[in-house]
């Protein structure tokens, strides 16, 4: 009977990912490889990234023939123009820890549809794009888009005709990309925040091509966190 | 891709499919002349170089974020940025050293925090003892 009056735990049977995750990180500190203060900054400066300054590049780029160019020979050099610094970016001073700092802008035409990946691991324009997605990271998607890119993009909502040719980027450690898409018919005289808002992640990636009107992902199912982070 | 490309791609994952479940050949440390270099190239073979591998369509998901990926991403960005890791060690150790198992096997962060755990005590910043103790003593936490 007393059983029955036993409180309910406070918590959940905890993981062993969190259990390990919380010991690495404490260990680390104690033993002064870091400190409370490295992480929390780290975290700051998560909050800050997203698609929004790739998606300005391309509004811009869409405006500005001279800035196109700069965008498709320097990547680097056009995201000063966008607020994102890939050699002395914030908070290292020294750029990213994960050792890139070169973006290359695929530019593509009505013919030629750039699509982006990453084979060996998951690599992914971070400080213009924000974190990857989920599907992005999966084995599947990084088998199948380089040999069956027309299939996979369909699958995206991206029925592309026989004639436009795929290209298919493959990313490595020191180079990272983002896709300039065509700019869509129906937006004539928009302003750069006007078209920028059409120039999702997906778009970017290049599993989407923008429309006028459509200012998000397609809705996909999301699988929900057992104790999610709120950003 | 040419045909004659095809074809060697082809074969090759061909081999490396039958890797794994083939304890009933005689492979077990063969003589140099029972390893054609095709094998070779199948035995050396990264399990992270997924490009190209047959698979089928799955359903494109988004995912919430664990509170411990997040942290685990962090951590590891502030343990290169402490200069603890380099990125070339960092993909070797996630991608590679774990094996195919944990590889397929683990959440994408899972094989992170892992990876973060053994670099600790490979580089001897802690001993094998004071991590599981941490463990311990993390886990009592909770109960």
């Known amino acids: 009977m007393a059983e029955k009056h036993k409180p309910a735990p406070m918590v959940e049977e905890v993981s062993e990912f969190e259990v390990l995750e919380i010991a690495v990180r404490e260990l680390a500190i104690e033993k002064g490889l870091f400190t409370a203060e490295d992480h929390q900054r780290w975290t700051e400066y998560m909050h800050t990234l997203g698609p929004l300054p790739a998606a300005r590049l391309v509004a811009k780029a869409w405006l500005d023939p001279e800035f196109k160019k700069l ?128 120039v999702t992640r997906d778009c970017l990636i290049g599993v989407a091509t923008p429309k006028p009107g459509k200012t998000a992902n397609d809705p996909r199912p999301v699988r929900p966190a057992v104790n999610p982070y709120h950003h | 891709m040419s045909s004659s490309v095809r074809h060697k791609v082809m074969k090759h994952l061909e081999i490396v499919k039958q890797l794994q479940p083939s304890l009933h050949y005689e492979t077990h440390a063969p003589a140099p002349d029972q390893i054609d270099n095709e094998h070779y190239r199948a035995y050396t073979r990264m399990s992270h170089d997924v490009g190209g591998e047959p698979d089928v369509p799955i359903t494109w998901e988004e995912k919430e974020e664990e509170v411990w ?75």
């Not at chain 1, 530019?107 to 990453?118: A, N, Q």
């Not at chain 2, 991608?95 to 094989?111: C, F, H, I, S």
């Not at chain 2, 925090?113 to 941490?134: G, H």
Request: charged share 30%; hydrophobic share 35%.
């Open chain 2, 69 to 143: 990926e997040h942290n685990t991403f962090v951590t590891c960005e502030v343990l290169a940025w402490r200069g603890v890791w380099n990125a070339e060690e960092r993909r070797r150790r996630q991608n590679v050293d774990v094996g195919q198992t944990q590889y397929l096997g683990l959440p994408y962060y899972g094989r992170w925090l892992l990876t973060a755990a053994r670099i600790l005590v490979d580089k001897q910043y802690i001993t094998v003892t004071e991590l599981s103790d941490k463990i311990d003593e993390v886990r009592k936490r909770y109960e």
């Open chain 1, 71 to 198: 965008a498709v020979e320097d990547g680097v050099k056009a995201s000063l123009e966008v607020g994102i610094d890939w050699v002395n970016s914030m908070p290292t001073h020294f750029g990213t820890p994960s050792d890139y700092c070169n973006l290359r802008v695929l530019e593509d035409t009505p013919k030629l549809k750039h699509v982006v990946v990453c084979t060996l691991c998951s690599c992914y324009p971070r400080p213009i794009l924000g974190q990857s997605p989920e599907w992005y990271r999966t084995p599947n998607y990084r088998r199948r888009l380089v040999r069956w890119p027309r299939q996979v993009l369909a699958e995206f909502g991206l029925q592309l005709p026989d004639d436009v040719e795929v290209r298919v980027e493959d990313s490595n450690q020191k180079s990272r990309f983002i896709v300039l898409p065509v700019r869509p018919e129906g937006t004539e005289g928009w302003s750069e925040d006007q078209l920028a808002e059409i």
